[in-house]
């Protein structure tokens, strides 16, 4: 096992060059950012960071173009995969992070006028709408998909959670409105 303190971003990478192949940095971040990124946020500047610590560690290669951009390309080694096994395995006590905005706003609401409260509803109601339409595209785009079935269970998640927070907020809403 690598002795490197791993953070869920390691994982985050290791796991993305585990199911896409080898990968860019920017290829990482584009990757993520249309599947991971939805519940996983974090800074893309550690995309480009912490492939080199994984390297060091022994759990990636990188290859090196010889001309052009001479773009870095990381590759899973054996060790990686199992040590990313080895965390997919541990149970997690962790609770759920839920790093919401809205939410913090509304938790100072008694500080706010009550029409910013009421604003603050119906932006997301629509949010939480465009959300709901964006995940529900994907589910229709990647169903069927065997390849990336297990990928797809996130998804139905992150849909009953919009679903949820939509639904509180159409009911403050309407319990706020004049």
């Given at each position: 096992?690598?002795?490197?303190?791993?953070?869920?971003?390691?994982?985050?990478?290791?796991?993305?060059?585990?199911?896409?192949?080898?990968?860019?940095?920017?290829?990482?971040?584009?990757?993520?950012?249309?599947?991971?990124?939805?519940?996983?946020?974090?800074?893309?500047?550690?995309?480009?960071?912490e492939p080199k610590s994984l390297v060091k560690?022994?759990?990636?290669?990188?290859?090196?173009?010889?001309?052009?951009?001479?773009?870095?390309?990381?590759?899973?080694?054996?060790?990686?995969?199992?040590?990313?096994?080895?965390?997919?395995?541990?149970?997690?006590?962790?609770?759920?992070?839920?790093?919401?905005?809205?939410?913090?706003?509304?938790?100072?609401?008694?500080?706010?006028?009550?029409?910013?409260?009421?604003?603050?509803?119906?932006?997301?109601i629509v949010q939480h709408h465009d959300r709901?339409?964006?995940?529900?595209?994907?589910?229709?785009?990647?169903?069927?998909?065997?390849?990336?079935?297990?990928?797809?269970?996130?998804?139905?998640?992150?849909?009953?959670?919009?679903?949820?927070?939509?639904?509180?907020?159409?009911?403050?809403?309407?319990?706020?409105?004049?």
């Amino acid at each position: 096992m690598s002795m490197a303190k791993l953070t869920p971003t390691s994982y985050v990478i290791l796991g993305m060059v585990a199911v896409r192949g080898p990968s860019t940095s920017y290829d990482l971040k584009r990757a993520i950012g249309h599947s991971v990124g939805y519940f996983w946020p974090f800074p893309h500047a550690q995309l480009y960071s912490e492939p080199k610590s994984l390297v060091k560690a022994g759990l990636l290669t990188v290859s090196t173009e010889a001309d052009g951009r001479r773009r870095q390309t990381y590759s899973i080694t054996d060790e990686g995969t199992r040590e990313l096994r080895v965390w997919l395995a541990e149970p997690t006590g962790e609770q759920m992070q839920v790093r919401d905005i809205a939410q913090m706003k509304l938790f100072f609401g008694e500080l706010a006028h009550p029409e910013d409260l009421l604003l603050l509803a119906k932006e997301q109601i629509v949010q939480h709408h465009d959300r709901i339409r964006t995940y529900t595209a994907m589910q229709e785009r990647f169903s069927g998909r065997e390849d990336v079935a297990h990928r797809m269970v996130p998804l139905r998640l992150g849909l009953a959670l919009e679903h949820a927070a939509l639904k509180f907020w159409e009911e403050f809403e309407r319990e706020h409105e004049s």
